[in-house]
């Protein structure tokens, strides 16, 4: 019999700049298809249980089928996850430059993408995860994963996109971005090219981002009538342009998203 999902994640030490965390997953999710938001991480998953279909589309037969290990670029659109059995997957969630650093790569070219693991990552990093099978859930052998990224991200990146992308996330997508540019010792395009190749999105790309997941993180499943003022707290002033970004992150506009939010936050309290 197949578990009760559970998921644990596994925070990176601080002191480490190419890991956001790992964490395990295991058990059988309460419905076919799990839709994931746009997280501004690239996601590194290994199955050790059954198969999984991942993709763009939210029917799963036209979504790629993954036996064993895959990665998930910087989407900007919401991603289906559909497992064809019951979930036993190790993941890594890494900042998009980072898998620039480990590749020597683009990241952009993993935009709105899934790839087989072999086909993207170094070879040494996939033996590591796959090698990780019977102690997915230590917390030993997760801050050995992290310390070997550390050590692999070895191809450089230009510091400054790092910490541009930092305080995009610091600030919630509400960056003056002209100033940010206004540091650097290159042209605005160039900047805006550099950082897209390194993130897979342009700085305001990551800033539109961030600022309406800002947003979701603050909805109260139980509360109404909130769209205005969580709107204008995220800098949103057009109630038409807010409505376009809502809709495009998270395919639903805002009275559809809180319904759903609303059905799984009573499935969880059904439970406790």
Same mark, same amino acid.
């Given at each position: 019999?197949?578990?009760?999902?559970?998921?644990?994640?596994?925070?990176?030490?601080?002191?480490?700049?190419?890991?956001?965390?790992?964490?395990?997953?295991?058990?059988?999710?309460?419905?076919?298809?799990d839709?994931?938001?746009?997280?501004?991480?690239?996601?590194?998953?290994?199955?050790?249980?059954?198969?999984?279909?991942?993709?763009?589309?939210?029917?799963?037969?036209?979504?790629?089928?993954?036996?064993?290990?895959w990665?998930?670029?910087?989407?900007?659109?919401p991603?289906?996850?559909?497992?064809?059995?019951?979930?036993?997957?190790?993941?890594?969630?890494?900042?998009?430059?980072?898998?620039?650093?480990?590749?020597?790569?683009?990241?952009?070219?993993?935009?709105?993408?899934v790839?087989?693991?072999? !086909?993207?990552?170094? $070879?040494?990093?996939?033996a590591?995860? /796959?090698?990780? +099978?019977?102690? *997915?859930?230590? =917390?030993?052998?997760?801050?050995?994963?992290?310390?070997?990224?550390?050590?692999?991200?070895?191809?450089?990146?230009?510091?400054?996109?790092?910490?541009?992308?930092?305080?995009?996330?610091?600030?919630?997508?509400?960056?003056?971005?002209?100033?940010?540019?206004?540091?650097?010792?290159?042209?605005?395009?160039?900047?805006?090219?550099?950082?897209? !190749?390194?993130?897979? $999105?342009?700085?305001?790309?990551?800033? /539109?981002?961030? +600022?309406?997941? *800002?947003?979701? =993180?603050?909805?109260?499943?139980?509360?109404?009538?909130?769209?205005?003022?969580?709107?204008?707290?995220?800098?949103?002033?057009?109630?038409?342009?807010?409505?376009?970004?809502?809709?495009?992150?998270?395919g639903?506009?805002?009275?559809?998203?809180?319904?759903?939010?609303?059905?799984?936050?009573?499935?969880?309290?059904?439970?406790?």
């Amino acid at each position: 019999m197949t578990p009760a999902f559970s998921y644990q994640a596994f925070p990176a030490d601080g002191a480490l700049r190419h890991v956001a965390f790992s964490f395990y997953a295991h058990g059988q999710i309460h419905y076919r298809t799990d839709k994931i938001l746009p997280t501004g991480f690239v996601v590194v998953l290994f199955s050790f249980g059954g198969g999984h279909r991942v993709g763009g589309d939210p029917e799963p037969e036209r979504n790629a089928l993954f036996l064993d290990g895959w990665v998930q670029g910087n989407w900007t659109r919401p991603l289906f996850h559909t497992p064809l059995a019951g979930t036993h997957v190790l993941g890594l969630a890494l900042p998009p430059e980072t898998l620039m650093r480990l590749t020597g790569r683009p990241t952009l070219e993993l935009t709105n993408r899934v790839a087989p693991a072999d !086909d993207v990552l170094p $070879v040494g990093l996939c033996a590591v995860m /796959r090698g990780m +099978r019977n102690e *997915a859930s230590d =917390e030993n052998a997760h801050a050995g994963l992290h310390r070997y990224v550390e050590g692999a991200a070895r191809h450089p990146v230009a510091p400054w996109i790092g910490d541009l992308a930092a305080r995009i996330m610091a600030t919630k997508g509400q960056v003056d971005l002209a100033a940010e540019y206004a540091r650097l010792p290159i042209s605005d395009r160039t900047a805006r090219d550099r950082f897209k !190749d390194a993130i897979g $999105v342009t700085p305001r790309h990551a800033s /539109r981002i961030r +600022r309406l997941l *800002a947003l979701l =993180e603050a909805v109260d499943p139980s509360a109404s009538d909130q769209w205005t003022s969580l709107a204008h707290e995220a800098g949103f002033f057009d109630q038409a342009h807010f409505n376009h970004e809502f809709r495009k992150l998270t395919g639903l506009s805002p009275t559809q998203y809180l319904e759903s939010r609303r059905r799984a936050w009573q499935r969880l309290w059904s439970r406790v």
